[in-house]
Nanobody, 114 residues
Framework: QVQLVESGGGLVQPGGSLRLSCGAS????????MAWYRQAPGKQRELVAR???????YYVASVKGRFTISRDGAKRTVYLQMSSLRPEDTAVYYC????????WGPGTQVTVSS
């Protein structure tokens, strides 16, 4: 059974950092596009960062220079390193994998507040 599970969310003060992890099981994701999305209350889910199998990256403008998406060597875990966090980064963050099929994790809450 294919599963994506996020971890690393929590409460952080503005200006702080968090690293989200997405663990994959059930299939090798080496050929997949991996991505992080987020959904804030009352808003649509938006793409935050994307990493292709060739290691090309994309970031939404609001997180460029602050967030970094990466994949480990075994390609079983994808990370989102988030720095200089702002209150507007508060959202549920979802891991996504797409190629022949699409998979989503259940999400992890990130709250940026003083």
């Amino acid at each position: 059974q294919v599963q994506l599970v996020e971890s690393g969310g929590g409460l952080v003060q503005p200006g702080g950092s968090l690293r989200l992890s997405c663990g994959a099981s059930g299939v090798s994701f080496s050929n997949y596009v991996m991505a992080w999305y987020r959904q804030a209350p009352g808003k649509q889910r938006e793409l935050v960062a994307r990493l292709t199998s060739a290691n090309f990256t994309y970031y939404v403008a609001s997180v460029k220079g602050r967030f970094t998406i990466s994949r480990d060597g075994a390609k079983r875990t994808v990370y989102l390193q988030m720095s200089s966090l702002r209150p507007e980064d508060t959202a549920v963050y979802y891991c996504y994998a797409g190629w022949q099929h699409e998979y989503w994790g259940p999400g992890t809450q990130v709250t940026v507040s003083s």
